[in-house]
């Protein structure tokens, strides 16, 4: 995201834009990809919530959330771009507030992927998920990228929540 500074993301955390909502999408090769045609949008407030309850120690990832929102909600899939810019708007109304801070680095990319869009990104959730007992690998020579090691091991298991 640009210009973070200058954005209050607390608000934007709090902005619905009419969500939750369904739609049903039309594109066979989409269909086909997420495997039916409901597509979920769960508001941003619920990206936090969710990530507010993993645990020390533990992680999740953006799909998985997105998982557990279609469960939950009946549809076949969640929409994966909002979700993305979603969980970056928790990490950064976190960022922001001085108290009620939401454990945004322990919410991953695919296959446990460090995020760089979230504040002082690689580096400093890099620096958190060690602190709590994650050793964190590159993968690459030229794109490098930085993932937890054996991340399915620390998987926090959203099914539990009900």
């Known amino acids: 995201m640009a210009n973070e ?16 909502k ?11 990809k997420y495997g039916g045609d409901r597509m979920y949008f769960a508001p941003p407030i619920e990206y936090d919530k969710i990530m507010k309850l993993i ?7 953006v799909g998985e959330i997105r998982e557990y929102f279609a469960k939950l909600s009946g549809a076949d899939f969640t929409e994966p771009i909002t979700a ?19 454990p945004y680095w322990r ?22 998920l060690e602190t709590e007992g994650h050793t964190i690998i590159t993968r690459g020579r030229k794109n ?3 993932f937890v090691q054996d991340y399915q091991n620390y998987l926090f298991d959203l099914s539990k929540l009900k």
């Open 107 to 128: 919410t991953l990319k695919a296959n446990g992927e460090l995020n760089s869009k979230y504040p002082h990104g690689i580096e400093e959730q890099k620096k958190l």
């Open 22 to 32: 369904y739609q049903i999408i039309t594109d066979e090769a989409s269909i086909k």
């Open 84 to 102: 993305g810019i979603f969980v970056s708007i928790v990490a950064w109304a976190s960022f922001q507030r001085d108290k009620d801070k939401t």
């Open 144 to 146: 490098i990228r930085y």
């Open 55 to 61: 645990p020390y120690g533990k992680i999740v990832t």
């Open 5 to 20: 500074n200058k954005k209050d993301f607390n608000k934007m955390l709090h902005d619905s834009k009419d969500m939750p």
